[in-house]
């Protein structure tokens, strides 16, 4: 069966989208309803079904993504030039939350190797945190850090390119180099070998840095707290040190209050030290790095145990997101977060912002008014803070989105929606609020990849699946990121950061749902510590708290 070059998304859709590079007078679209057209199409971009008059609707995935700027005619491209970003209209309307949820009966009795907390949750990782209350104790934690990662086995006391770098000196040293020629990067390297790992059950020593604490407001200190304790109180976190300078706005007393709310009988180690009452840092260090000893020492106690699926809360996530995405990666992960709320599981669906032009659907199947409204409330909200300051949602997509057929950021958005599946909406939670619930929850964060992500795993993610076109290394301290590629060309391109190929949907080797499927299933082995996800064999230990303004 010949592979289609093009696809008509929704029955309502005025436009297609190229699945391969077409030429200027292809014919397209099958037999029934042949186009013609009228330029190159680039495999990613969209063309018009029809003829398009100007501020005529421009209408994708069944929504209204954007309106003409000018006449397009049938067959030809839609592109920046000719469209201006339009979305419809949303309101508190009816319900609409029932749902007929996917057959899981092969994962009913499926568990995954967890570190199971006094709380009753389940960590899929079993970290300790450094953590600085303020970003005058970022130098500190990093001293801290490099000492334990280093002494402990988790790190090479080298970089992993000292060889290389060696190999330079020695080829520079020996007059290979003239600095006029480009370097060799295929130069021979010495290999540094790594440590032994003293603590077998602590699966790394991470640290939160960040550039906040003092500064800002009242309310930027108590949201930096929150989203602190959100990853104190994670199940993926076996506990914590905390260094405070003790003048900041981020005080102790008030991360021990937001602790206090997500965890009322918190149990794990934790450890607060303020520099300006112990005195001389190097004290201050000593007395630290004692106790997180101590700390790793109960820590290494835990093992992994059997856990029901239910467990599980995956965080959603996308980035450098192309043409392709809401139509392979995307809408086989929403497969994927079927599967795991119909076995009781959470899923987080956040980026308020790549939400754009889908509210009513989303609205809508929110479980009581109350949700709906609550989240119809933070779009709006979050929509007239960026209009404040000269922007809007339509400045979400990047040079790369565009370049690769996000023209709007309604289109953009979707497709991102598909990440979230079919199920009913069963919380909405605003920045830093913790999930509570099992479910479809969404999460008020900006579209920013890695503060997206921090929010997350700061909501209770104990695994994040990202989807990207284009490729991004982002990772997380806490929590394993799953990357997944729209397009097999760039899972060989950059098969050292991407984890799974979801271009078999557009190349017609898998369906949505088989490529689903197996999200779910590497999603459980990585839960369960039998596979570890290439941001974190590359390190990639991103941490961005928002801070709450306007970042799309």
Same mark, same amino acid.
């Given at each position: 069966?010949?592979?289609?070059n093009?696809?008509?998304i929704h029955?309502?859709?005025?436009?297609?989208?190229?699945l391969?590079?077409?030429?200027?007078? &292809?014919?397209?679209?099958?037999?029934?309803?042949p186009?013609?057209?009228?330029?190159d199409?680039?495999?990613?971009h969209?063309y018009a079904?029809?003829?398009?008059?100007t501020?005529?609707?421009?209408?994708m995935?069944?929504v209204?993504?954007?309106?003409?700027?000018?006449?397009?005619k049938?067959?030809?491209?839609?592109?920046?030039a000719?469209?201006?970003?339009?979305?419809?209209?949303?309101r508190?309307?009816e319900?609409?939350?029932?749902?007929?949820?996917?057959?899981?009966?092969?994962?009913r009795?499926r568990?995954f190797?967890?570190?199971?907390?006094?709380?009753?949750?389940?960590?899929?990782?079993?970290?300790?945190?450094?953590?600085?209350?303020?970003?005058?104790?970022?130098?500190? $934690?990093?001293?801290?850090?490099?000492?334990?990662?280093?002494?402990?086995?988790?790190?090479?006391?080298?970089?992993?390119?000292?060889?290389?770098?060696?190999?330079l000196?020695a080829?520079?040293?020996?007059?290979?180099?003239?600095?006029?020629?480009p370097v060799?990067?295929?130069?021979a390297?010495?290999a540094?070998?790594?440590g032994?790992?003293?603590?077998?059950?602590?699966?790394? $020593?991470?640290?939160?840095?960040?550039?906040?604490?003092?500064?800002?407001?009242?309310? &930027?200190?108590?949201t930096?707290?929150?989203?602190?304790?959100?990853?104190?109180?994670?199940?993926?976190?076996?506990?914590?040190?905390?260094?405070?300078?003790?003048?900041?706005?981020?005080?102790?007393g008030?991360?021990?209050?937001?602790?206090?709310?997500? &965890?009322a009988?918190?149990?794990?180690?934790?450890y607060?030290l303020?520099?300006?009452?112990?005195?001389q840092e190097?004290?201050l260090?000593?007395?630290?790095?004692?106790?997180?000893?101590?700390?790793?020492?109960?820590?290494?106690?835990?093992?992994?145990?059997?856990?029901?699926?239910?467990?599980?809360?995956?965080?959603?996530?996308?980035?450098?997101?192309?043409?392709?995405?809401g139509?392979?990666?995307n809408?086989?992960?929403?497969?994927?977060?079927?599967?795991?709320?119909?076995?009781?599981?959470?899923?987080?669906?956040?980026?308020f912002?790549?939400?754009?032009?889908?509210?009513?659907?989303?609205?809508?199947?929110?479980?009581?008014?109350?949700?709906?409204?609550?989240?119809?409330?933070?779009?709006q909200? +979050?929509?007239?803070?960026a209009?404040a300051v000269?922007?809007?949602?339509?400045?979400?997509?990047?040079?790369?989105?565009?370049?690769d057929?996000?023209?709007?950021?309604?289109?953009?958005?979707?497709?991102?929606?598909k990440?979230?599946?079919?199920?009913?909406?069963?919380?909405?939670?605003? +920045?830093p609020e913790?999930?509570?619930?099992?479910?479809?929850?969404?999460?008020?964060t900006?579209?920013s990849?890695i503060?997206?992500?921090?929010?997350?795993?700061?909501?209770?993610?104990?695994?994040?699946?990202?989807?990207?076109?284009?490729?991004?290394p982002?990772?997380?301290?806490?929590?394993?990121?799953?990357?997944?590629?729209?397009?097999?060309?760039?899972h060989a391109?950059?098969?050292?950061?991407i &984890?799974?190929?979801?271009?078999?949907i557009?190349d017609?080797?898998e369906? $949505?749902a088989?490529?689903?499927?197996?999200?779910l299933?590497q999603?459980i082995?990585?839960?369960?510590?039998?596979?570890?996800v290439?941001?974190?064999?590359?390190e990639?230990?991103?941490? $961005?708290p928002w801070?709450?303004?306007?970042?799309?």
């Amino acid at each position: 069966m010949a592979r289609a070059n093009t696809l008509r998304i929704h029955p309502e859709d005025n436009v297609g989208v190229a699945l391969a590079n077409l030429s200027n007078g &292809d014919r397209v679209g099958g037999d029934a309803d042949p186009v013609t057209l009228r330029e190159d199409i680039p495999a990613k971009h969209k063309y018009a079904l029809s003829d398009i008059d100007t501020d005529g609707a421009i209408v994708m995935y069944g929504v209204l993504v954007g309106r003409a700027a000018e006449p397009i005619k049938r067959g030809g491209l839609i592109s920046t030039a000719n469209i201006r970003h339009a979305s419809g209209t949303f309101r508190v309307g009816e319900r609409k939350a029932d749902w007929m949820p996917p057959d899981v009966t092969k994962w009913r009795d499926r568990t995954f190797l967890g570190y199971h907390r006094p709380n009753g949750s389940v960590g899929t990782r079993n970290h300790w945190l450094l953590i600085p209350l303020v970003f005058c104790e970022n130098k500190n $934690i990093g001293v801290i850090h490099e000492t334990l990662v280093t002494e402990l086995g988790y790190r090479h006391a080298q970089s992993p390119y000292t060889g290389f770098v060696q190999a330079l000196k020695a080829r520079h040293r020996a007059g290979g180099l003239d600095g006029r020629s480009p370097v060799d990067v295929d130069t021979a390297e010495t290999a540094v070998e790594a440590g032994e790992r003293l603590f077998e059950n602590v699966d790394g $020593i991470k640290m939160l840095t960040h550039t906040l604490g003092c500064g800002g407001t009242k309310e &930027d200190a108590r949201t930096l707290c929150g989203l602190l304790a959100g990853y104190i109180a994670h199940p993926n976190v076996a506990g914590a040190t905390v260094l405070s300078l003790g003048c900041q706005n981020a005080q102790i007393g008030l991360l021990e209050e937001e602790l206090a709310k997500r &965890d009322a009988e918190f149990a794990k180690p934790l450890y607060l030290l303020e520099q300006q009452r112990i005195g001389q840092e190097s004290e201050l260090l000593r007395q630290a790095i004692a106790q997180t000893f101590t700390g790793l020492v109960q820590a290494n106690r835990i093992a992994r145990q059997p856990a029901p699926l239910s467990k599980l809360c995956l965080g959603l996530e996308c980035g450098g997101s192309d043409g392709f995405s809401g139509i392979s990666a995307n809408p086989a992960l929403g497969y994927a977060a079927d599967l795991l709320v119909a076995l009781g599981a959470s899923v987080i669906l956040s980026e308020f912002p790549e939400l754009c032009g889908v509210e009513q659907e989303l609205s809508d199947r929110c479980v009581d008014d109350g949700k709906a409204e609550r989240f119809v409330t933070l779009m709006q909200a +979050y929509q007239r803070r960026a209009e404040a300051v000269g922007s809007g949602f339509d400045s979400n997509p990047s040079a790369g989105n565009i370049r690769d057929g996000l023209t709007t950021d309604a289109i953009k958005s979707a497709g991102a929606a598909k990440k979230g599946g079919t199920s009913p909406v069963t919380d909405v939670l605003d +920045y830093p609020e913790q999930v509570t619930k099992p479910g479809l929850n969404l999460l008020c964060t900006p579209g920013s990849d890695i503060e997206s992500t921090t929010a997350e795993v700061g909501a209770g993610a104990n695994v994040v699946v990202f989807t990207t076109g284009l490729g991004t290394p982002t990772g997380n301290p806490v929590a394993p990121v799953l990357k997944v590629s729209t397009n097999t060309a760039l899972h060989a391109k950059m098969h050292d950061i991407i &984890d799974l190929d979801a271009g078999t949907i557009i190349d017609g080797r898998e369906s $949505i749902a088989a490529v689903g499927e197996r999200i779910l299933e590497q999603v459980i082995r990585v839960a369960s510590g039998q596979e570890t996800v290439k941001a974190e064999r590359g390190e990639h230990d991103d941490f $961005i708290p928002w801070k709450r303004g306007i970042s799309l």
